[in-house]
């Protein structure tokens, strides 16, 4: 026999002035299962929660009901309130007479009463049905998987190794480094790129918590938060990494000659090849598409001149397999192809680059030396036109979006272009200058200065060629006039966009993306670097274009996630979750197809007792769902329930009144 | 008292049926947590006023509400019934709001194949934010069941006169 | 015999009479037969669809209804004007079926808009319904050694959305046509650029400054005449050359051929049909150019070998 | 339309083959010309099989039996039983490897008047979509889906005024006895335990009032809406007659309308409209 305890609470006047609490204890004292019914000022206030764990002594009860603020104000402090009683939290349940009545109902006093007994009568009915329920606690794999090896994927996986937790970081290209590995001087305080990001590249090789997987790709993750079991593909490098020494005999000797990725396809390196000379880690790797040995079995001088033997064509790609508890996703970006600009040329005039292609002719370690130059004629150019917004902001052509960063860059490649050719003169086309960021406006304003760069508000609306020279056309939009410049060289500063391949990741991570492909937050503002899915996590570019700072921050905050989420051996979880009674379960398996969590698997039980024939029957993981209560309402057999929703307690409330 | 009884509601279903003096109906409104509850509780915060005849049951998702939730609570208590959900799209729970839609939408026009009248059972997307809509929709849902008068099908006692 | 349905527009019975003529011709070579639209009308170019979008639609809709009586899927236009008119009129009715209910109430006597007939400008149709092969065989007399820069104008090929032909920017199909007659197209980056024609009227000075650099861009590209498909633009800089040229104090002596004038050449037709006198810049100096052909640089310097070889094969 | 021939063969040719434990189809009932199912277990019982348009009963609903769960089966199944047959293999009720299914293109079958049965005469898949083996001519396949035939009844129905309507039901759910013939006879109600059954379902579980009836035909139909292949065993089975097709045709027309769902259990593997969805389902019901 049910022994509920009901406590009323005025709320101040929020609930006494509109309805008659007195009268409602008295109603509520005629339900036979009440046992103790009592009103109180603030029941949400020390002295009243003290009744609450009094009354659950001195009347035995078996479950509480509070009849005061929504459930969704108060529901974990009263609970509190029982557990300290040495109750189970969840034998309480909440009547929400204030938000749903003294307050919609100020003008009937009469009818707010009512229905205050009326909702305390479907909450006591409700707890006479509740169960004692229990925390879940959720075993938890304590290594991370971090996805991209660029600078967002490095700093996570330093981070979170730094706090002692393993970390796998998966690389698709034969380096880590990413991006940033090409950029020459970086904004606002044009350090050297490489010089920040090359001993980190060291330290995510040499940290013994972190297992560096390059040339390589996710395949397949399944599992839920804290036991995620990943599919690694090792892509074949036909190197044997364990011999080699990195002497790069072989790449000096390989005949063949393919356009360089690193360098933007500038000039050539070979088909044995390591990216860069910083490459980590420093091993050479073999390109099937381009090796004649692999595409027609000719060749094999780079087996010959390999002192180690660590050569071996006939290598397979190999797919490992890692149990983790959380993912970071950090794929970083690409640039937007401006081929869509016909009336610039693109495409016709070769001297026409994109800003990373700039950026690597810059660049100390590129392909000219740090000279810019014509890729025409190998001239070293004069005037050099920066245009903007190449893509970004441009919904005709290319994208809605600014992409963040192209200000900044531009600005530094102007200042570049001044350190490299003295007597040169940068023209910046621009829509405006968007140099929010610590530093950055004072940045822009000494470049115009330092360099004395021309800056012309507007777009451009036509690029022709006239002799060897560019004629720039364009709108001086503050002087309201068409201006034309003769340059020697154009670089578009090209716009920023998510991986082509990220929404191909989403899906296989079971985590959504937006209409550009970036990969989704779970909140915009409050939960920036969290997805829909618990236990993964997005860091850098490929939730959104960001700068460096942004993206290690970012990072960082991505690391604080991981650790937290294993910072207890098991994590705890609310108990209120589907079950399943087998002996009802007829295993249909419709709502393993109607849950969208994939938290419903089938199960092998023995028909009736001691029998040997097994039958299917549908099995919960309380780990991953989540109780919304599809599969309960589809069970034709009503062989799920749902704790703390169940059947009989929903029913109860709608009877009771 | 012709026109007395003129004056008199009747059951649109069972127009020999006359509804008692000061007959108020009772509505039983099916919230989901994370929008139309909420959303409720706004109504309440910001203190519009709406009619006291609706009484309302949380359940996590639209998506937990099986169909006979809403025939018992007309068979019993409930002279109509309102569930309430998060937009299409807004899900707390993903995709649970589009099945609970095809079930509403089947279950309404059943009960109004075999004579319940279709303002009995009535359906809304309330989000967290919408306060004002809640008490819009609880006003409309209220005035149509008022106009239906008492519902008296199937109802338990009729039964077990006999 | 192909048969297709011919509106010709105004310019074809005036300023553009050669280009109008020479098309009879080059169809005739190519077996295409014309059918004019009976009772064709004014297409409304530049007056009508500043004034009013419903007269706008209904003069070239009347033209798209009665060519919709002919037997024939596919309507050419000599006038880029005119094109350009049918095919946005085209475009938009076919696009919201109501708009055209609405205006075709205006023509109603004439028939229903059904949208059977497809737009084409001559160019487009010279280029995707005959095809470069037919072309090149109709060829009896190659215009080798004549380079031309092939101006398009601003309408053959603009809106994209609209003409879904071709580049909007930097169009080749006239180039490629040139060059199956055997002529050498330059790169010519003004092919697009306006050329003034709305102020032709009204502001001379620009239609003079604007043409005056697509001249000098022509001259640039090293060009010996312009081809035009626009009987706009071949008047703009064709009867302005000589203002132009006092303005500009350059001479550029640049004759500007529309593209069935040079065809009808390739094609062998007597030089005494094309019309040439029309011109206002002498079209011989350009002439003369054919069968010139400036040797090719040797590029690879022989080795000594390969000469004895070839010495030892004589 | 007479398979008898051809069946007892084929039947024959199974246990020949010790291909099947049991076959499951029809006998004369042996006083008048209507037929029972039959369950054959021996070679030599072959001789009582029959199948002609009187072979009204769905017997898919004789895998979900004692008799036949754990066996080889043989069965023979017309256009509505195969649909049933392949909702019962999608929800992993029997296992295709242990039947030998004969298909057949069914012509209608009719009642005890000799009338053709309705459902026949609106049947939008009259052949077998699941069999080993085909009888008699299918249609050829058209690739536009059939237009959907709306009952007559339902349409009848539909027009009455609503007091007409509550009327009309209100007789036939107080005409029900609570026998629960309805579910038993159904190839679709295999649950373990029924939710009618359970304490939890209903006010008043097994009481034979006509509420407790509406409760229960209620929860009953729309358990099947879009599962339901409207074979009528229900009705064949009904002691009170009852137009149960009502309530179940309803459902599906309103699922074929509003979804544009196909019919259920003609795609293998399609669960029915209540367990999936589409972004376009109607929405202007909803406030």
Known sequence: MARVGVFICFCGANIA?????PQVVEEVKHIKEVKFAIEYKYMCSDPGQGMIRDAIVQYKLTSIVVAACSPRMHEKTFRKALSDAGMNPYLLEVANIREHSSWVHQKDKKAATEKAMDLCRMAVAKSIANEQLHEISVPVTKRALVIGGGIAGIQAALDIADARIPVVLVEKSPSIGGKMAQLDETFPTLDCSQCILTPKMVDVASHPYIELIPYAE???????????KVKIKKKASFVNFKTCTGCGACWQKCPVKVPNEYNMGIDKRKAIYTPFPQAVPNKPVIDAEHCTMLTKGKCGICA???????????????????????VVVATGYDMWDPKPYEEYGVGRFKDIITSLEFERMVSANGPTNGVPVRPSDGKVPKNVVFIKCIGSRDEAKGIEYCSK???????????????????SHAYVFYMDIRAAGKGYEEFVKKAQVDTAATYLRGRVSKIYKKGDKLMVRGEDAQIGQVVEVEADLVVLATAVIAPKDNPDLARLLGISYDKYGYLSEAHPKLRPVETAKAGIFLAGCTQAPKDIPDTVSQASACAAKVCGLFAGDTMKKDPMVSTINNEYCSGCQNCVKVCPYGAIVTDEVPFGHGSKEMRTVAKINEGVCQGCGSCVAICRSMAINLAGFTDPQIINEIVSI | MEAEVKDQLVSIEKPGLIAPPNWEPVIMGILCNWCSYAGSDLTGTSRIQYPPNIRIIRVPCSSRVDPWFLIKSLQTTADGVLVSGCHPGDCHYISGNYYARRRFLVTKKLLNFVGFHENRIQFSWVSAAEGPKFAKVVNKVTEDIKKLGPLHLYKKENFEKK | MKKLTYFPGCSAHGTSEEFDSTLKLVLKTLDVELEDIPDWNCCGATSAHVMTENLALALPLRNLVLAEKLSNTTMGIACASCYQRMKVTKVHLDENPELAKRIN????????????????????????????????????????????????????????????????????????ICEALGATATEFDYKTECCGASFSISNTEVVESLSGKILEMAKESGAHAIVVA??????????????????????????????????ALAFGHPIDQLRFPKHIIPVEGALANIGKVEPVPQKVKKTTKAVEAESEAK | MNYTKQIQEIAAKLFAEGKIDVFVGYRMNGFDENQVPVLVNTAD??????????????????LKNEHTRRKRVGIVVKGCDSRSLNLMLTESQVKRENLYVIGIACEGVTDDSGQKMQNCVDCMVPDAVVFDEMLGTPAPPQNVPVSYKMNADIASLAAMPLTGRAAYFEEVFENCIRCNACRHSCPLCYCAKCCIDQETATLYNGANTTSAAFHALMTWSLHLAGRCVDCRNCEKACPSHLPLHLLHKQNESVIYENFQEHLAGVIPGDRGAFYKYSMKDPDDFIM
């Open chain 1, 17 to 21: 002035d509109y309805v008659d609490v």
């Open chain 1, 218 to 228: 996710v395949l397949e993750l399944e599992g839920f938060v804290g036991n995620y």
């Open chain 1, 304 to 326: 010959k001149v390999c002192e180690k033997g660590s050569i071996d064509y006939t290598m397979q790609d190999e797919i490992i397999e890692r149990e983790i508890g959380a």
């Open chain 1, 405 to 423: 960063i192209c200000c900044m860059y531009t600005t530094k490649h102007t200042i570049l272009l001044h350190h490299k050719v003295h007597d």
């Open chain 3, 105 to 176: 109430t205006t023509v109603v006597e004439e028939g229903t808009y059904q949208g059977k007939v497809d737009v084409k400008s001559m160019l487009q149709y010279a280029y995707e319904d005959i095809g470069l092969e037919a072309i090149k065989s109709k060829v009896t007399k190659p215009l080798t050694g004549l380079k031309v820069a092939c101006y398009y104008g601003c309408l053959l090929t603009r809106p994209k959305n609209i003409t879904k032909f071709d580049s909007p920017e930097y169009p080749v199909s006239m180039d490629q």
């Open chain 3, 230 to 263: 626009c009987p706009l633009c071949q008047s703009n800089l064709d009867m302005r050359q000589p203002d132009i040229q006092k303005l500009q104090g350059v001479k550029y002596n640049i004759p500007v051929f529309y593209f069935t004038q040079l065809m």
């Open chain 4, 45 to 62: 019982d072959v001789s009582k099989l029959v199948f002609t348009d009187k072979s009204v009963f769905n017997l898919v609903n004789y």
